[in-house]
């Protein structure tokens, strides 16, 4: 039994009204439940190999297979970034409501629909005796935690290649740049807030700081992944008004085409700066137009890579030479964003190909 249009709407309403917010393991094990519940309801003799009841829960669901097969694996992760401000909403981000087509909610590019599109393709495979795998991971959102968990699965499953179904709007990607988000503590000398000459205010020096690397940061380019970001996207010190602060703190979150190596020496060097972590360090993905099995996807490929950082940087690493394409339902501009939906012709439009491609992937007899 296949998963039909109607199934997959509910499929992907059940779970987008689950709240799967990255750091949560509880609701994305649920997720993950809901998943291999469809396949179970639908398809015999899977197997789920995984770690469920980890901090970073993941789920490996593969079929029967020749020893020498290659498995095509779909790689989905089941975390969201949070709601946010609800006031910002024109609708109940968890309600899952259709309208005009449209399918609203958190994650619903981002990438629920996606893993709908993924579980109707595996199934696929299952029934056609195709060699296929369906990789699900947590909190992603957050440093590919659950793909990192999952790497030494996805070592010893023989994967030939890999669809990550990130929202694209169906087209498919051939890589995206790495992740570098750094902690970075200046510290200072307390006072009073009357004598600011009597401290050192750790706050300034990090506004000095974060001033001189918007025009001084090694940043690269390159070629195909382009040119190297970086973004303020935490910031805190101090511990009242009238003192001044001792500790100050950012988080920076660069979006690197190297190795990361220029960015955080430039960092560790400055004066101003105490302390340097890195909290996550994911390397940039690319991979050739000229394999034949992209060459014969039943879609465009495009020329630009994604903006955003995909599990696709820990399966590269664990499935070294397997080509990966990062090719999904949704729109990109929705992710993270207020109003997210997905249109439920995307999602029709995904399963249609992902199962095409299941179709024409070669078993062993």
Same mark, same amino acid.
């Given at each position: 039994?296949?998963?039909?249009?109607?199934?997959?709407?509910?499929?992907?309403?059940?779970?987008?009204?689950?709240?799967?917010?990255?750091?949560?393991?509880?609701?994305?094990?649920?997720?993950?439940?809901?998943?291999?519940?469809?396949?179970?309801?639908?398809?015999?003799?899977?197997?789920?190999?995984?770690?469920?009841?980890?901090?970073?829960?993941?789920?490996?669901?593969?079929?029967?297979?020749?020893?020498?097969?290659?498995?095509?694996?779909?790689?989905?992760?089941?975390? *969201?970034?949070?709601?946010?401000?609800?006031?910002?909403?024109?609708? $109940?981000?968890?309600?899952? $409501?259709?309208?005009?087509?449209?399918?609203?909610?958190?994650?619903?590019? !981002?990438?629920?629909?996606?893993?709908? =599109?993924?579980?109707?393709?595996?199934?696929?495979?299952?029934?056609?005796?195709?060699?296929?795998?369906?990789?699900?991971?947590? !909190?992603?959102?957050?440093?590919?935690? #659950?793909?990192?968990?999952?790497?030494?699965?996805?070592?010893?499953?023989?994967?030939?290649?890999?669809?990550?179904?990130?929202? *694209?709007?169906?087209?498919?990607?051939?890589?995206?740049?790495?992740?570098?988000?750094?902690?970075?503590?200046?510290?200072?000398?307390?006072?009073?807030?009357? *004598?600011?000459?009597?401290?050192?205010?750790?706050?300034?020096?990090?506004? $000095?700081?974060?001033?001189?690397?918007?025009?001084?940061?090694?940043? =690269?380019?390159?070629?195909?992944?382009? *040119?190297?970001?970086?973004?303020?996207?935490?910031?805190?010190?101090?511990?009242?008004?009238?003192?001044?602060? $001792?500790?100050?703190?950012?988080?920076?979150?660069?979006?690197?085409? #190297?190795?990361?190596?220029?960015?955080?020496?430039?960092?560790?060097?400055?004066?101003?700066?105490?302390?340097?972590?890195?909290?996550?360090?994911?390397? #940039?993905?690319?991979?050739?137009?000229?394999? @034949?099995?992209?060459?014969?996807?039943?879609?465009?490929? =495009?020329?630009?890579?994604?903006?955003?950082?995909?599990?696709?940087? @820990?399966?590269?690493?664990?499935?070294?030479?397997?080509? @990966?394409?990062?090719?999904?339902?949704?729109?990109?501009?929705?992710?993270?964003?207020?109003?997210?939906?997905?249109?439920? !012709?995307?999602?029709?439009?995904? @399963?249609?190909?992902?199962?095409?491609?299941?179709?024409?992937?070669?078993?062993?007899?």
């Amino acid at each position: 039994m296949t998963l039909d249009p109607a199934a997959a709407v509910g499929m992907l309403t059940e779970l987008v009204t689950q709240r799967t917010v990255s750091g949560d393991p509880k609701p994305q094990r649920s997720a993950m439940d809901a998943v291999v519940s469809v396949l179970n309801a639908r398809t015999a003799a899977i197997t789920v190999d995984g770690d469920r009841d980890g901090p970073h829960p993941w789920l490996l669901i593969t079929n029967d297979a020749h020893p020498k097969a290659q498995r095509l694996m779909f790689a989905c992760h089941v975390d *969201t970034v949070p709601a946010g401000d609800l006031s910002n909403w024109q609708f $109940d981000p968890f309600a899952a $409501d259709v309208e005009n087509g449209v399918l609203r909610g958190r994650g619903t590019s !981002d990438m629920k629909a996606g893993l709908v =599109a993924a579980t109707a393709a595996v199934l696929d495979a299952f029934e056609g005796g195709v060699p296929a795998a369906l990789l699900l991971t947590s !909190d992603e959102e957050i440093g590919s935690l #659950g793909a990192l968990a999952a790497r030494h699965a996805v070592t010893e499953c023989s994967v030939g290649a890999v669809v990550v179904p990130e929202a *694209t709007g169906n087209r498919v990607h051939l890589g995206h740049r790495g992740a570098l988000w750094l902690d970075i503590t200046t510290k200072g000398v307390a006072a009073h807030g009357s *004598t600011p000459h009597r401290g050192e205010s750790a706050i300034m020096k990090l506004v $000095d700081v974060l001033a001189r690397a918007r025009d001084e940061l090694p940043v =690269a380019t390159d070629a195909f992944l382009g *040119t190297e970001t970086f973004n303020v996207g935490l910031i805190d010190g101090g511990s009242a008004p009238n003192i001044v602060p $001792d500790t100050a703190h950012v988080v920076v979150d660069h979006r690197t085409v #190297g190795d990361g190596s220029e960015l955080l020496s430039w960092w560790r060097e400055q004066p101003e700066v105490d302390r340097v972590d890195a909290r996550i360090d994911l390397p #940039g993905v690319r991979t050739d137009g000229g394999n @034949i099995w992209i060459s014969e996807l039943p879609h465009s490929v =495009a020329r630009e890579p994604v903006t955003y950082f995909t599990d696709a940087s @820990i399966i590269a690493a664990a499935a070294p030479g397997a080509p @990966i394409v990062v090719w999904g339902p949704g729109t990109p501009a929705l992710m993270h964003a207020a109003d997210e939906t997905v249109a439920i !012709d995307e999602l029709d439009a995904a @399963i249609a190909a992902y199962s095409a491609v299941t179709r024409a992937w070669p078993t062993v007899d």
